[in-house]
Structures are given as C-alpha cells and as structure tokens.
C-alpha cells in the first residue's frame, strides 16, 4: 500500500507522449530555467500524482540537451519526495528480451557537458551526496511488489549504462559496456537520479526493454523498438496502476 503522506511524481519518456494529455496542467518556473513541460496532474485512486514529459510533449528534446536541473527542481517546488522515472531501454544481460520491464540498482554514466549538479558555484551551498546506492531501495521495493501484484513478471537489480545519446551504440560499444558489467543502455538515468537525491527526493526507474543492444539481436534495433514499445508500455502501465491503487 503506497503511504498516502507522500508526492509522487511520475517522468515519463518515449513512448508516453499521450499519457496525461488531458490531465490539468501546472506551469512551473525554476532558478534553473522552464522544465520539459508543463507539470499535470493526474488523479490515482483519489491520490494527485504529478507527470512531467522528460523529451517535451512534442518529444523535441533530445537526452543531452534536456533541462533536468529545471524538471526536478519544478517537481521537487510541487512537494514531490518520490519519483518514478519511465524510460525505455536496450538489454545486454542474456535472457532478458524487449517487452519486458526492469528495475535496475546500479547506475555507471558515460554522459558528459550536463548540468549534473543544482550546486553550480552561485550558492555557498554545496553537498557531496552519498550515491553509493543511486536508486531508492526502499521505492524500487514497492514497484516490484507492484508489479507482482499486478501479474508483471520484472528483471530486479541490474546495471543501468547511461550514454551521451542520441545516436545508438556500435557493437563494440557495447561489448564494452558488457564488459564494464552493465545490463541495459539508456540515456536519461543520470543526472535525473543525482539531481533527485540533492533534491531529496526518492528516485527509481521503471524501464521498459524495447530492443537487443547492439550485435544482441536478430533484427535491425528500430524494427525492435517499433515491436516491443507497446507491450512494454502495456506491462509499465499495469505496474503503475496496481501501485497507485494497490
């Protein structure tokens, strides 16, 4: 049962550009900037759970150039203490296949040129935060009962490789990964798990496979990600429901 004291706000990436389109919006302003759309608000069970579009409504933004110093911040000014990131994924670890979900535990960042901090030398404020666990155990914990509870079988734990983006990996990219020990690629975990916890706010991701990384695969990766995106969005929905209204 989720605890009814908190703000829980969900990102949303590719794939959910339709979620919330008719929800009431709340535009938000921070210091650092407008965020990638108006914050809505949906309504679970009696509960407000906030929604940001993380690529814009018109999915415009590409990864490395959103504003996610200004997406947390917006969210964070709004009360918000829990978010759970959607974002879609390529899989490395063998046995996991597109359509599927993941909760992941780890994080390595390959990104670079991003505001990675709120901490930008304007502040005397500065705070060395303790990521030694990057995702909230105690949030990734209810998805995945969530999830149990709503019949979704998901991959638990794992690496989460986050690249610069937006171009896909070559093969040897990700060889290399697979030898760094990461389990799935994507391009939007970091900073948005960082930022959450300056912000103190607990951060977990929700993701759905949608393609075999790389050299994995039988089929060209977009053939992939046009077959699975559905099923795996179908599966995250079910999961979202259960944990709101569970």
Do not use: W
């Amino acid at each position: 049962m989720v605890a009814s004291k908190r703000q829980y706000a969900v990102i949303a990436g590719s794939g959910f550009q339709a979620f919330g389109e008719d929800a009431q919006e709340r535009r938000v302003e921070t210091d650092y900037g407008s965020p990638s759309s108006p914050v809505r608000e949906l309504q679970y069970g009696g509960r407000t759970v906030y929604l940001l579009a993380r690529h814009g409504d018109d999915l415009h933004i590409p990864p490395h150039r959103i504003n996610y110093r200004a997406n947390l911040a917006a969210l964070r000014s709004l009360g918000t203490d829990n978010v759970i990131a959607l974002n879609t994924v390529g899989v490395i670890a063998a046995g996991q296949h597109p359509g599927q979900i993941a909760i992941p535990s780890q994080i390595i960042d390959y990104t670079y040129g991003r505001d990675h901090s709120i901490h930008d030398g304007e502040s005397a404020s500065l705070n060395h935060i303790e990521f030694t666990e990057p995702f909230a155990g105690a949030l990734r914990q209810e998805l995945g009962l969530a999830a149990n509870r709503a019949g979704v079988a998901i991959h638990d734990a794992g690496v989460y490789a986050v690249m610069q983006g937006p171009r896909l990996e070559t093969i040897a990219e990700v060889n290399r990964l697979q030898r760094d020990g990461a389990d799935y690629i994507g391009m939007t975990a970091m900073p948005e798990a960082a930022l959450a916890r300056e912000l103190d706010m607990n951060y977990a991701c929700l993701s759905l496979i949608v393609n075999y990384a790389a050299g994995r695969g039988k089929k060209a990766i977009h053939a992939d990600i046009e077959d699975s995106t559905m099923t795996a969005k179908m599966q995250a929905m079910k999961i979202l429901r259960e944990f709101f209204h569970g």
